[in-house]
């Protein structure tokens, strides 16, 4: 990880600083995960159980779990886990309720009475990513809100064997079907059904590279599903002052680096002596770490910016848009409303990610590799749609009319004027 | 217009029957798009004003419009047209002002405080089509509620000659940049920027194949643009009972059918007979009609279906998720709460779409193809992005410690861990 002081660099090294690594070309991807869908979507669970013998490594009989093997999974779990699951859950639920459905209902003009609605999508399937790390946080992260939103029909997929604190968890948050399915086999699976997997309308979880292909081909289809946001490797900006831990700020920095090889990780520093109190931190605590080689591979393509002001590290900061944003400053309240684009703000000395990884109650899910400019941390209104309803009373439409029919007429489009007319003409 | 008793239809013959025109297969139209986007990301202006020339037909000296001009054109908007607009931008303000962020802050946990904020996108984009319609109202539509979200930046692109009309609406609403530039040019543009073009974060509106697959493109790319929502063609789906006037829902039908040869046209009736007073009608209003052999080409691809009751009506209509749903029925409100997907939703004999196309005060800009399952009426949450913010006491910290350092280790990811670790052996 390099100090980089940020006046000495030209524009095009700030430029590059501030970079996210390009996505590994996607062609060869793209391939074989267009053919994946095609088949799933022509085969239904003929071609579904190849991939999932091949891919998923699948030797069980049925992919869905039965009832009973998810109360066996559920009472496998630890006490101990089973009650952080429960902590984690309960303020999750709470941060997520809180988040009610807002509808309006104004009369805009004498007689004519607007409306907004909002109702919870039909049917949600939810990914969990299996491999390296089990994520049963993913699991209560993306099953509460939907639980909360009150669809009705909610799946869950995730590679096999799913470990039983995912199940836990997912049951817990209500989700009663289950399906031992990873990769692009799930998402194709979800997004057009089988004999074996519903179709559902949206699609919510992170995932490798192959899942991210697939949920971006099905939402390209109008026959496949609705999908969160956009993925992109994990990230994390630090801006601290002198006065921080180091030792906090390593901690952070590399539970970001663990991820991946690919999550990146800035710190933007208010000093270059603070900046190099934090690299050493991370080298002694990197040390001690199972997953070093993840995380010193992360951390090779990771720089400490040093600025001179707090209102050039939240300049960078919205120019970067991390995905995590962490704040160890001495009054961050005058720098939050300065702060924009960034998925989650996690402020002060004892506000660690991991706490919002786990348990703080915000959503884990966010948008990262700049998505954070334009796309919003997952909430409950991600599983609620938002319609209008608009009604006139006679008085309003004649009163209105004018308004209706010199625009209709403005846009040389007769027919629409003409419904205000023939109504008109009997009032 | 063919009427069809739904109960008499077979399975196959009834999902035929809400099924919608398979868009033009397009990998000739993704092809040429392509290769706009990319020689105006390359080449910038060059490449941008020889489109302008080539597809755009333009001939002035430059695609921006000066405040001069800007000035000039909304002086020589017809008064009657002016006060229309006028009328108009007070409604879809008044609606679009009450959808407020809503920004939440609770304690989650003892010591844990979580909350959400919004704040606009830094620069979107608008689009405004041209071509047979010149559609000031959708000027209206995309401008007001970007400027009630508080949108830094907002610039609007629509194919030249723009009409005075559109650059009043779009002057009224704020926006202070206005370009001569149509069809995928304009998105790219907008996308990557040019010298003459600023880049934007998100781009909204509506237009014709190329625009919907350059948004689409731009959208795939992290370092393109968000849009607003996928796109397809018009439709509008009515419900009426038998005691609805038969003249008033063949208006609203043919309203929707001059759309374009695309656009979809639904009548769902309780009898066989009334469907068939409303298709004598629409022949008779179809005669005088200017855009009569659109409307027709419309309407031959469109059904009228019988049903036996509203509950089977509403059941059809959640089926489709149409665009607009009209309601000429009885008892409304019973049914309103039966009814899912649909964009936007009419009722009553004086609430034809037009209203809302133009001046009820909601947005015209609605999910259609399908897209109202999942997606939402166009409002100012759109130009807006949630995120969170979370605090953890020292106290708080310190409770909650043993919920993520258990979740992270059944997880594996000894980091995020040891980012809680590090904290509480100093409290």
Known sequence: MEVKIWKDLSAKEQTDALMRPAQASSDKIREIVTSIISRIRKEGDTALFEYSKTLDKFEGEHIEWTAEEIRAACQRVDSDLKKAIDTAYENIAKFHSEQKPHHIKIETFPGIVCETHTHPIDSVGLYVPGGSAPLVSTALMLAVPAKIAQCPE?????????????????????????????????????????????????????????????????????????????????????????????????ADLLSQAEHGPDSQVILIALSKEFAQKVMLKVEEQLEKLPRREIAEKALSKSTALVVDTLDEAAELSNRYAPEHLILQIDNPDELIDKLRNAGSIFVGAYTPESLGDYASGTNHTLPTYGYAKTFSALGTDDYRRRYTIQRASQEGLKEIAKTVTSMASAEGLDAHRNAVVVRVKDI
Do not use: H, W
């Not at 064997?161 to 989700?175: H, R």
């Not at 949920?215 to 002052?241: F, H, T, Y």
């Open 154 to 250: 909610v799946i869950l997929c995730s590679p096999p064997p799913i470990s039983d604190a995912i199940i836990y968890a997912a049951s817990k948050s209500g989700v009663k079907r289950i399906f031992n399915l990873g990769g692009a086999q799930a998402i194709a699976a979800m997004a057009y059904g089988t004999e074996s997997v519903p179709k559902v309308l949206k699609i919510f979880g992170p995932g490798n590279q192959f899942v991210t292909m697939a949920k971006r081909l099905v939402s390209n289809d109008a026959q496949g599903a609705s999908i969160d946001m956009p993925a992109g490797p994990s990230e994390v900006l630090v801006i601290a002052s002198d006065s921080a831990n180091p030792e906090y700020i390593a």
